[in-house]
């Protein structure tokens, strides 16, 4: 009676992953179950479409490049006109599984991430105003509207649900991993295995845990030694304003690591051992060995999942009235 | 035995799909052979890698994006650092089809043309050597590179080879007008039928025939009244040198015109009401009727085929000693 009720507990409190998956801090990705299925695909058209910027040049998909880990691979993204972003593109693969969305985690979820960049003048520059009359005015959006959502009319609220919808199916399952996990002990030779123990053993999965390795909490970036970021980007003290939370970044997850270079919230880390060796030293006042960090760095390797996995979406044409872009205009 | 002479006559003189299409002056689109896949799908990763621009940020699909027609639907395009690109970029559908590559024809083909922008400082603002650097430090490459060549060593040659190979497959059947020219003669209404017989009794058949009703021949833009136009190409005279050449352009196909706006080599018309009536005027001094005009916009318009139809490409990431795209370096 008393373990009933005690584990009854551990799943109110979120835990039953852990004990399906034998107390591991790492759960597997379970795969998307899509609920409306022309939401979905009508969120898949708006993640690619570029008619969402001012340009017409850059859509979700630019910086949160779905053929490379749902990231744009460089230090910062570049926006309208070419501005250089403060602030490296976290991959939209699993994001789902995030406590909160941006590094600051200043969106709740998806649908209120979605908005951001549209309107944000340093990315795709447009409004949302503008952005919602583009697709009012194009008659292939206007029919997807009504299958998502019964009715014609658009509007920013319908935009983002959709977007959002597309990208909760972005999940990663059947890692080697998450094969692993599931009880194939062959899935991941012995350095990898040695590297996951040492992952454990060193004190990473306090932060990078769950089913995402990571995107479930908010930790200060520098715990033991101060990191000096190439970003002017303070964290989670934007949101909360609490001095206490300045260089609190949302700890990001490891899935796919091995296509989301470069590292950390300032893009500084090119690649995996830089990465490795930065956090033990400043998280957790630990130097790797070169043959540890390769273990780790080999063991990271192995929690890549199914990438996205659906056809190149071809986008409703523009009609006679629908605005068009404007990427040379001048201020 | 006259007769006989005079149709293998006509079909070494290149006609034969003409009479195979009841003399009709556009012939049906024929679909792709694939002879080596292994090569298309390394083309295709290629075409939609950004790696092979300076920034990290532009591959081919970034201007002529297959999600919209194979064009970017802006007046000319943002290349390397937002620079404005002096010219409207063509169609990708079908260009397999043309006589020559870009406006002025000055590549003889696919595999020629495909070098072009990677190595334009106004484009995507990197050099073949640098290219192939990169390519060449990606293992995932290096494997597909193996397998579509049976050689581990990656050139510009093989680059192009493959990007062009993947273009190739780049057609488009099966437009509601193909299958009215193979005999479904309620694949079009009779407003559109009315329409192709003005496209046919004006002229315009003139330049835009054969199966990519376009795309087979350099004329001179305003042959019967001048064109001012927005940009400052010259034409084919920048390949040729004769002056006679001067506002010669490739005429561009008309299949999918309706998804390939805005319209021209400087991307001055938006709709095709207004490319119609300029045509007409400056090539063919005529002044269609609106009426008219609307009935030649619904035959254009039968002119989309299936647009391209694959799986979004996965890209092989980077290795830690891939040289790292410079998207903010100043010169």
């Given at each position: ?140 959006y206007v029919a997807e509207f009504k ?88 964290g989670r003290s934007a949101v909360t ?91």
């Amino acid at each position: 009676m008393k373990i009933h009720i005690l584990v009854a507990s551990l799943m109110i409190a979120g835990t039953s992953l852990a004990i399906a998956s034998g107390g591991e801090p790492i759960q597997p990705i379970q795969a998307a179950k899509v609920t409306n299925p022309a939401l979905v695909e009508l969120g898949k058209k708006l993640y690619f479409d570029p008619r969402l910027s001012k340009s017409g040049f850059i859509s979700c998909n630019s910086c949160h490049n779905l053929s490379m880990g749902g990231t744009d691979n460089i230090p910062t993204s570049i926006g309208d006109k070419w501005q250089q972003g403060p602030i490296n593109a976290p991959t939209v693969l699993n994001s789902s599984l995030n406590v909160a969305q941006f590094w600051d985690g200043r969106a709740a979820d998806l649908q209120a991430q979605a908005g951001g960049p549209i309107a944000n003048p340093g990315e795709m520059g447009f409004s949302h105003t503008l952005a919602v009359g583009v697709l009012q005015s194009i008659p292939g959006y206007v029919a997807e509207f009504k299958k998502a959502f019964g009715s014609e009319q658009v509007d920013i609220e319908k935009v983002t649900k959709a977007i959002a919808a597309f990208e909760e199916t972005l999940v990663t399952p059947n890692s080697r991993f998450d094969k692993y996990l599931k009880g194939n002990k062959k899935a991941i030779t012995k350095d990898e295995l040695a590297g996951y123990q040492l992952f454990k053993d060193s004190g990473c999965v306090a932060c990078h845990n769950g089913p995402a390795v990571g995107g479930n909490s908010f930790q200060k970036m520098g715990v033991v030694a101060a990191y000096s970021a190439n970003s002017p980007a303070e964290g989670r003290s934007a949101v909360t304003g609490k001095d206490a939370d300045r260089f609190n970044f949302k700890v990001p997850t490891l899935r796919n690591v091995e296509m989301t270079y470069p590292y950390f919230h300032d893009g500084a880390a090119n690649t995996l051992a830089e990465a490795v060796n930065t956090m033990a030293r400043i998280q957790l006042g630990k130097t790797f060995t070169a043959e540890e960090n390769a273990k780790v760095v080999a063991f990271l390797k192995t929690l890549t999942g199914d990438q996205p996995n659906f056809k190149l979406p071809i986008l409703p044409p523009s009609s006679d009235s629908t605005p068009r872009p404007t990427p040379f205009e001048k201020k």
